[in-house]
């Protein structure tokens, strides 16, 4: 099953999400990964090693583990979180073992290859730049009256859980250098995926890295955009379908779309949410790919749904 090249964008869960379906589809995968990560585990090894945040550079690695057991045993391996108050407390043992291998080599990507073989992956998986980055974001509290009342946010983890009203989120550097290798598998690439996951966080930052983005406007891949299937979170309270598709213009108006996926349940204004697909020069595709618990994707049904709609039989 070779199928087509594929390079899906995010972070976290939701990047996680993704991997796992597409990995039913293709075997040519590459995942481009957000580094910005400054919480848990992952901001402890940045702060103390200057390294990226390997987080969600492992939850993606663990998404794309071989379906055997030797890679189901290494995935719960780089899973397993230490409990406690010490030193180990609330590390991911895949985060020692990433950052282990960028210190016995330094090149990133090498380190991350390893650990891809490691569980036997099927695909690869790419920091979106080569340095830690810090997100910003200017927000308006929830009691606020006036957009001049708008303050700034400093770093992913408050962001994340600020309230109010995301207006803009920018990048510390703001031209971080991206991976050569990232540009090379999108302008190779059949099939550009970006969502799902948090929208400011682990979405948006792709399209904020200027040759990231530069390589994203310029592929000739067909790109597809899949949407959350939990909209009102803390960085987009109150946010509709329609809306998430306009902000995300707002921040790359030159970047067009061929598809935006999403489930039933988020269409609740399907005119208005085709209308916005529209203005990204997309077609909407409803399809349900909501998983039972809360604010998940079902594996098997985003992957039908990702088959159905780039034409695979």
Request: aromatic residues 4%; hydrophobic residues 45%.
């Amino acid at each position: 099953m070779p199928g087509p090249r594929v390079v899906a964008l995010g972070g976290g869960h939701g990047l996680a999400a993704s991997l796992a379906a597409l990995r039913l589809v293709t075997d040519d995968i590459t995942a481009i990964v957000t580094v910005a990560d400054d919480g848990g585990s992952s901001g402890r090894l940045r702060d103390e090693f200057g390294v990226l945040p390997p987080g969600d550079l492992r939850m993606a690695l663990s998404a794309l583990c071989a379906d055997t057991e030797w890679g189901h045993i290494w995935r719960d391996v780089l899973q397993h979180r230490f409990g406690g108050d010490g030193l180990l407390g609330g590390h991911a043992l895949g985060n020692l073992l990433i950052v282990t291998l960028w210190e016995l080599n330094s090149d990133p990507v090498v380190g991350l290859r390893l650990v891809g073989e490691l569980l036997g992956a099927r695909g690869t998986v790419l920091p979106m730049a080569s340095v830690p980055l810090h997100i910003s974001a200017l927000v308006i509290d929830p009691d606020a009256t006036h957009p001049d009342d708008a303050h700034v946010v400093h770093g992913q983890a408050q962001v994340a859980v600020t309230p109010g009203e995301v207006l803009e989120v920018f990048l510390e550097p703001a031209n971080p250098p991206t991976r050569p290798e990232c540009v090379a598998a999108i302008d190779v690439a059949d099939w550009v995926v970006l969502g799902p996951g948090s929208w400011f966080t682990s979405v948006m930052p792709h399209l904020l890295v200027p040759d990231l983005r530069a390589a994203l406007v310029g592929t000739s891949a067909r790109r597809l955009l899949t949407l959350n299937v939990e909209l009102d979170t803390t960085e987009t309270q109150g946010f509709s379908a329609a809306r998430h598709l306009d902000s995300l213009a707002t921040h790359a108006p030159e970047l067009r779309f061929d598809v935006v996926l999403a489930d039933p349940s988020v269409v609740e204004d399907p005119r208005a949410v085709e209308a916005a697909a529209h203005r990204l020069g997309a077609e909407l595709f409803v399809s349900p790919v909501a998983s039972r618990r809360p604010g998940a994707h079902d594996t098997l049904r985003l992957a039908a749904a990702y088959r159905d709609v780039m034409g695979i039989s």
